[in-house]
């Protein structure tokens, strides 16, 4: 690390019992660390972005000397390794213009924040967010709001696929969609939508019905991500087959949906179990012979936004790189038990084809 700098987002703080906290409030996030002989606290006040790292062991030495060679650099490089410091000298805005600078400004400090692997660069998440590609299939209640959530943080490519048409009960939760629009396919008008939210991103579209494996193969061999936002075939058989296809191509996907006051998201790639062995260890977990009912028509504006918009933060980190989950689980929440939070993971099934291929 060259020019080292505790980042803007985690401001440390010194206790008078001398314990340093780093990384504010956000809880998951802060460290304390017990710092009795203040090298800590005066390493990271040293850390401007403008003094060579070098230069601050030296300071640090002359200040310390107990310390010795040795111990300031345990001292730096616990620092450096913890992910609250960035190197300035390595912050790359190569491939951004201006003016996107300014418009992802927050996703900028967003990420820098949440990204606590060393050494990272705190623009490549932008970076990489701009060359990717989404495929979004189904465009209703969960997919037009994780499609515009998708545009406004910077996706490059997104292809948008549904077969249906606006119609009037869609208005109530569908965001893209007005009353001019009845009658009209979903995914021209997305498009549209969605290009007066980034113009800089590329929409494509297709007005198709994907209910083989055939079809969701073609759609999932070229993308970053698949986001599953269709229901149909029933019965989570569209589940089913993309996981089969995105196993097969080695393509994360996200699915999620709503049940009443229930919003959920699944998260699953090559690097974590499958959707049906995450399924089948919530199976076995049930008593013999009751399977619950978590269908239903009923549905708010916000329980489709927030559906929509955890799979957007999820494929978002699936890109990016800076989730700190692997694939293979479920998570979500009840809107009207807000101490029902859900998160789900089982292993994969030794005898799963999918999963041991």
């Not at 050494?119 to 590609?133: N, V, Y």
């Not at 292809?159 to 869609?170: G, I, R, T």
């Not at 698949?226 to 996200?254: G, Y």
């Amino acid at each position: 690390m060259k020019l080292p700098r505790v980042k803007p987002e985690h401001a440390p703080q010194r206790f008078a019992d001398g314990t340093v906290r780093i990384g504010g409030a956000v809880y998951g996030m802060a460290a304390e660390i017990r710092d009795p002989g203040a090298w800590v606290w005066d390493a990271l006040t040293r850390m401007d972005g403008v003094t060579p790292a070098e230069e601050v062991a030296r300071a640090l030495l002359g200040t310390y000397p107990d310390l010795g060679e040795h111990g300031v650099r345990v001292v730096l490089d616990s620092l450096f390794r913890s992910g609250y410091v960035e190197d300035v000298a390595a912050c790359d805005t190569t491939g951004l213009s201006d003016q996107e600078r300014e418009r992802y400004s927050r996703n900028h400090s967003y990420f820098r924040r949440v990204d606590l692997r060393p050494g990272t660069d705190s623009w490549e998440p932008q970076r990489r967010l701009k060359s990717a590609r989404v495929v979004v299939l189904g465009l209703g209640g969960t997919g037009s709001h994780a499609s515009w959530a998708l545009a406004a943080t910077g996706v490059g490519r997104i292809h948008l696929v549904d077969h249906d048409v606006v119609e009037e009960s869609n208005l109530t939760r569908q965001a893209l969609y007005t009353e001019g629009d009845l009658g009209r396919l979903k995914a021209e008008v997305a498009g549209e939508r969605l290009r007066s939210v980034n113009s800089a991103a590329e929409f494509t579209w297709a007005a198709r019905k994907v209910d083989t494996e055939d079809a969701l193969r073609e759609l999932a061999e070229d993308c970053d991500v698949f986001a599953l936002c269709a229901d149909e075939p029933r019965n989570d058989q569209i589940a089913k087959m993309v996981s089969r296809v995105c196993a097969a191509s080695r393509t994360p996907w996200v699915s999620a949906g709503y049940s009443g006051p229930l919003t959920t998201v699944g998260v699953y790639g090559p690097d974590g179990p499958c959707y049906e062995c995450v399924g089948a260890g919530e199976e076995a977990k049930l008593k013999p012979g009751w399977t619950p009912d978590i269908g239903g028509l009923g549905v708010l504006a916000g329980t489709a936004g927030i559906s929509g918009h955890l799979l957007a933060h999820e494929a978002v980190g699936l890109i990016t790189g800076v989730s700190r989950l692997r694939p293979g689980y479920v998570r979500g929440v009840n809107l009207i038990a807000p101490d029902h939070l859900v998160y789900v993971r089982h292993p994969a099934r030794p005898d799963c084809r999918i999963c041991h291929p």
